[in-house]
């Protein structure tokens, strides 16, 4: 998700420094952008000067210090809330305070983030969707405290990317995740319990509901733990058993088959 956001920030002319924790994970990040950025050329999308241009705008660092020239940091840690808090709580010791700060969280509450800092009503929820550089949507989501002009910047920074923001009110999972993770859920319980195969299951989604992917190949992209991460966050904030998590999500998490990023979840990949 992080590669992805920088990658669709400096395609439309804005400067990025993209921070990660080592030289290695950094590269790896700029390898799939060059990627994702040689097939937007084949595809005759964008041009090969603008490729290149893009990959420019890209400063690849591991110190913070690096950011506090930035006029916004979009946090895109996965779905710990102990781990993005103790992010926040770096950045706020490290940032100006006029630099607005932004969670691409999928399901924790931006409030309990924002509280993380001295600054909540100059936090924001900017949930991308993935593939970032294909999926349109993106969900700008209010704290508690988020000010009117803190939203419309994120709001406009999202027009500037040619996104579609949708403004949402900061409950556990907001809208995707609230509607999609449940869904999913749902059909690897009717897998464990032997309802249909995996493609069977697939298929019908497919087919019955239109959708491009079928549920379980969707949580093998989306990757196993980070849905079981999302049911979890839903669990807890609504206190409802229709979020609890399938005991088969939770084995399959715990045996590490994490979905295509280890090569194996419902399907396996080479």
């Not at 924790?21 to 999308?45: A, P």
């Not at 000067?49 to 400063?59: D, G, K, L, P």
């Not at 509450?109 to 924001?124: N, Q, V």
């Not at 249909?196 to 989306?222: C, Q, W, Y």
């Amino acid at each position: 998700m992080g590669n992805g956001i920088a990658h669709v920030l400096a395609q439309n002319g804005l400067s990025v420094v993209l921070l990660d924790k080592s030289d290695k994970d950094l590269n790896r990040g700029l390898e799939t952008i060059k990627k994702n950025l040689g097939r937007q050329v084949k595809k005759e999308i964008i041009s090969e000067a603008n490729a290149s241009e893009t990959v420019s705008r890209i400063q690849l660092t591991t110190k913070k210090e690096d950011v506090k020239k930035a006029q916004l940091v979009i946090e895109a840690i996965y779905e710990n809330l102990e781990a993005k808090t103790a992010f926040w709580q770096e950045m706020e010791a490290t940032c100006p305070p006029e630099m607005i700060f932004a969670s691409n969280t999928s399901s924790l509450p931006i409030t309990k983030l924002a509280s993380a800092t001295h600054r909540p009503e100059m936090f924001i929820g900017m949930h991308f969707m993935n593939p970032v550089p294909m999926m349109k949507l993106v969900e700008v989501i209010r704290g508690m405290a988020t000010s009117d002009e803190t939203f419309q910047i994120g709001k406009e920074l999202c027009l500037k990317l040619d996104k579609t923001p949708v403004e949402v009110n900061d409950y556990p999972g907001f809208v995707a995740n609230r509607i999609l993770m449940p869904m999913i859920n749902e059909a690897i319980f009717a897998l464990m319990e032997g309802v249909s195969s995996r493609e069977d299951i697939d298929t019908v989604m497919k087919l019955g509901a239109n959708h491009p992917m079928g549920p379980l190949t969707l949580a093998d992209f989306i990757g196993l733990d980070v849905c079981l991460a999302i049911m979890e966050t839903l669990y807890e904030g609504y206190s409802d058993s229709k979020y609890r998590p399938c005991p088969l999500l939770r084995k399959m998490v715990q045996s590490g088959w994490l979905g295509r990023k280890t090569g194996r979840g419902f399907y396996v990949y080479d």
